[in-house]
C-alpha cells in the first residue's frame, strides 16, 4: 500500500522538482531578451504567412504594433555585451550604435505596419525579408559568444 502512494505521488514530485527551473529560466532573461520575444511573435506571425502566401492582414497589423512598442523598450535597454564593457568611449560608441540599429528596426516595423493597411502582399514579402536581414546583423553585432 505505501509503494502504491509513493508510485501515485512520483509524477507529482518530478513536477514540483521541474518548477524552480522553469522560474529560474524565466528570471535568467535580461530584460532586452524580454522586449525581443515580444518581437519575435509578430516576426515568426509574418513568416509562416510570406511562406505560405496567405497573409492575414489584420493580425499582422495588430502583431506588429506590439512589436514597435517592444521595439521603442528595447532603445531604452543596453545588450549584455555592451554592459559588460568598462565605461569609457568605447562603450558610449557602441551604445550609440545598437540605438540606432533599434531606431532603424522600429522604422521597418512601422512600414510593416503601413504595408498591412495597404495590403500589399509582395511589399510584406519584401519586408519580411529585410527585418530577417536586420535580425541576423544585429545579433551577430550585439549578442556576445556562447
Ligand atoms: C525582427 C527583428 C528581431 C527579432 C525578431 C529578434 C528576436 C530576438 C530574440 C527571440 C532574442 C532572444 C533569443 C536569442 O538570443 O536569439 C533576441 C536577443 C537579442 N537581440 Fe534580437 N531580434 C531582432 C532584431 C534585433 C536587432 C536589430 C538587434 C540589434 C540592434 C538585436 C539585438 C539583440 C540582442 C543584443 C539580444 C540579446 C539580449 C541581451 O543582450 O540582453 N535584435 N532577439
Known amino acids: 500500500m505505501k509503494s502504491f502512494r509513493a508510485i501515485l505521488l512520483l509524477p507529482f514530485l518530478a513536477f514540483a522538482l521541474a518548477m524552480p527551473a522553469v522560474a529560474a529560466d524565466d528570471d535568467d532573461e535580461t530584460p532586452l531578451e524580454k522586449a525581443m520575444y515580444k518581437m519575435n511573435k509578430g516576426y515568426k506571425l509574418l513568416g509562416k504567412q510570406a511562406r505560405k502566401g496567405d497573409f492575414d492582414f489584420d493580425a499582422l497589423a495588430k502583431a506588429f504594433g506590439d512589436a514597435k512598442v517592444a ?17 569609457g568611449d568605447a562603450k558610449t560608441k557602441e551604445i550609440a550604435d545598437f540605438k540606432k540599429h533599434i531606431g532603424a528596426l522600429t522604422k521597418q516595423l512601422e512600414a510593416v505596419i503601413t504595408i498591412c493597411k495597404a495590403k500589399d502582399a509582395d511589399k510584406l514579402k519584401a519586408a519580411y525579408a529585410k527585418l530577417k536581414d536586420m535580425k541576423k546583423h544585429g545579433h551577430d553585432e550585439f549578442i556576445e559568444d556562447e
Open 71 to 87: 521595439s521603442e523598450e528595447s532603445a531604452k535597454l543596453v545588450p549584455a555585451k555592451i554592459a559588460k564593457m568598462k565605461d
